[in-house]
């Protein structure tokens, strides 16, 4: 992304991600919050894709996604910053880290997760977003959306727009 890494809050990895709309929705959420976006390949669509365009509206123009070739070509890359990998076979809560500006967030695909071998490399460093038993998991564009919110929130939103604060009465019931 052409940004000084110094106005950058964080880092967004999708690891082959499937489903254009999804990754369209995290392109804007990117966007709204100062992050890189980082597409590790292979994808199964066309960054030219209408849905992913429609997910990400007008904003898509202004995101310039990282593409990695694959996952060795990404982690050579960001081999000295701080990764996190979110998995539902996480055994860390995210609310249980303390995050910091430039930290980066990996995904997987859709419909399988990363790969184990990647999550046993890095055992300390894997999260959860705590689900019921209901669901195998959640959807990957609000589960970027949690884990993103999270970590703006920590660092105390840097970088982004605050609306004056509005003080609050009793809301009646």
């Not at 429609?54 to 990404?74: C, I, M, Q, T």
């Not at 930290?103 to 399988?112: A, C, I, M, R």
């Not at 890095?122 to 589960?143: C, G, Q, Y």
Request: glycine share 6%; with cysteine.
């Amino acid at each position: 992304m052409e940004k000084n890494h110094a106005e950058m809050n964080f880092r967004i990895a999708l690891y082959q991600p499937e489903i254009p709309a999804n990754t369209g929705n995290i392109g804007r959420l990117c966007v709204g919050s100062n992050t890189e976006l980082h597409i590790i390949k292979p994808m199964r669509f066309l960054l030219t894709d209408k849905y992913l365009k429609r997910a990400g509206l007008d904003y898509w123009n202004l995101l310039k996604p990282v593409l990695h070739e694959n996952y060795s070509d990404f982690s050579k890359n960001l081999s000295r910053e701080r990764i996190f990998f979110l998995s539902t076979k996480g055994k860390i809560p995210y609310i249980d880290v303390k995050f910091a500006r430039g930290d980066t967030f990996v995904f997987g695909p859709e419909t399988s997760g990363i790969p184990d071998r990647i999550l046993q490399a890095n055992p300390t460093r894997v999260l959860k977003i705590p689900m019921s038993k209901n669901i195998r998991s959640i959807n990957l564009a609000n589960s970027v959306a949690i884990i993103l919110y999270e970590a703006l929130r920590q660092t105390g939103f840097q970088g982004m727009v605050k609306k004056k604060e509005v003080i609050c009465c009793k809301v009646p019931m």
